[in-house]
């Protein structure tokens, strides 16, 4: 009589096993909103039941939600046993998606945050988009402006969050930049830009005021002069001249004089 096989274990594939490395270093999968498991932001979504049916993985806090902030599932003691027992002697490609992702993810933020000093330059001058850009003061103190700022999460957080909001302008010389409080678009109608008091658009200032010093620069590029051909206190004293009744009671006694003198 033939006997019945029992059925064998499911085996880790190799990216479980690298999800189970990722865990065991202290990481979690986190679930969004949408019930979707990522790692270092990374989706592991076909991975993440078999590793929770099979008790690889449990509930970081088992009293809240795992979609809690904070909480999602971490390795159990089943899945660090199984890593003691079976060590791996390959590369974790996971890790090098990781770095790789963290690289592309800052490398996008530094080009936003550059971005967003240009708008806040272009904002405080009143200087028109080319003249930021092609400003030679500007472009040597912009990396250090830019590596102040991304060095405070807070700070970028508020800056990406600009951008997600969908406040950029229309692409002009086919960049494409904010713009700040209210302001008229092209076809007259009032619009709501990025906010002037964000910790983002406030620091920002302050950096560009202290690194350009433009102050100075500001009161220079938004001040305009109409040449009337007379000088200011020249028109003034022409108008006292003309317009003093001491002045018009002269006028009428000379024009009397020559009256009386000729006839």
């Known amino acids: 009589m033939a006997t019945k096989k029992s059925k064998k274990p499911n085996k880790l594939t190799k990216q479980r096993r690298e999800i189970l490395d990722l865990l065991n270093q202290g990481h979690m999968i986190e679930i969004d909103k949408s019930n979707m498991p990522s790692i270092c ?18 509930r970081k ?50 080009d936003k945050i550059k971005l ?17 850009q092609n400003d030679s003061w500007l472009k040597n103190q912009l990396d250090t402006i830019v590596n102040q700022l991304s060095k405070d999460n807070r700070i970028v957080k508020s800056i990406m969050n600009e951008f997600s909001l969908g406040l950029l302008s229309d692409i002009q010389n086919d960049i494409e930049y904010l713009k700040f409080g209210e302001y008229r678009d092209e076809e007259g109608y009032t619009c709501t830009g990025a906010s002037k008091q964000s910790i983002g658009f406030k620091k920002t200032k302050g950096l560009v005021i202290a690194e350009l010093n433009i102050k100075a620069e500001h009161n ?31 006028i009428i006694v000379t024009l009397i004089f020559l009256w009386v003198a000729f006839f």
Do not use: C
């Open 41 to 58: 932001g990374l989706s592991i979504h076909p991975h993440r039941f078999f590793l929770t049916e099979n008790r690889y993985v449990t």
């Open 61 to 110: 806090d088992k009293n809240k939600s795992v979609e809690t902030k904070g909480n999602g599932f971490v390795i159990s003691e089943k899945g660090k046993k199984y890593i003691e027992l079976n060590p791996s002697l390959e590369k974790n490609s996971l890790i090098l998606r990781i770095k790789e992702n963290s690289k592309q993810t800052a490398n996008y933020q530094i």
């Open 116 to 132: 967003y000093v240009l708008s806040v330059v272009k904002h405080i001058t009143k200087r028109s988009w080319e003249s930021v």
């Open 220 to 250: 220079n590029s938004i001040k305009q002069t109409v040449y009337t051909g007379q000088s200011e206190s020249q028109n003034k004293n022409m108008k006292l001249s003309l317009g003093s009744p001491f002045s018009l009671f002269l």
